[in-house]
């Protein structure tokens, strides 16, 4: 829990210790009671109470007042795309954009990294001169999309047509199967 310190000036209390240590001693009386017996004990009995603050150190200072304040709610967890199609398109799209790999490589589950040596460095390799176009879904069927598109690589060759086919799973995809599309 959060806690907010608010500080109470303690003014009020300063203003009247100054205020009674200025008047000196006072004497306080309580007020006359009359005694059921009038005797001298019994006229002893009720005592004085004596203030004295010119012996006095200064009053204390207020305490210090913590007030508890709730903490703010924690931002809402990304939303995970559950739709295939959805993370196929978030994939291309992040490797399309620079510096996007990081993004798109934290899409792909461990088995699909694999295919890359379970090495961030060698998936940079590919993906730094890669780009996805003319991306199209062909078939979806529960976690199962089939998209083609034309693969545009500065270091394997340029503009050329795959089929693909990706496995999703709460967001991540656990399979991918590639092939080139010849003479397409």
Known sequence: MKLSKVIAIPAIALAAGLGLAACGTTVIQPAPVKPAATTPAAAASAPQ???????NPAP?????VYVPVQAPAAPAAPAVQSDPWSVVVAYTNDVNTPGGNSAAWNLLGPSVQAGWNSDYNTFVTWADPTSFQNVNEV??????????????????GTDVPYTD???????????ATSSTVPDR
């Open 60 to 64: 204390a200072p207020a305490p210090t």
């Open 49 to 55: 109470v004596i203030v004295n603050n010119n012996n």
């Open 165 to 175: 086919t990706f496995t999703v799973d709460n967001g991540i995809i656990t399979s």
């Open 139 to 156: 078939s979806e069927s529960g976690d199962t999309v089939t998209f083609t598109f034309d693969l545009e690589n500065g270091t394997y």
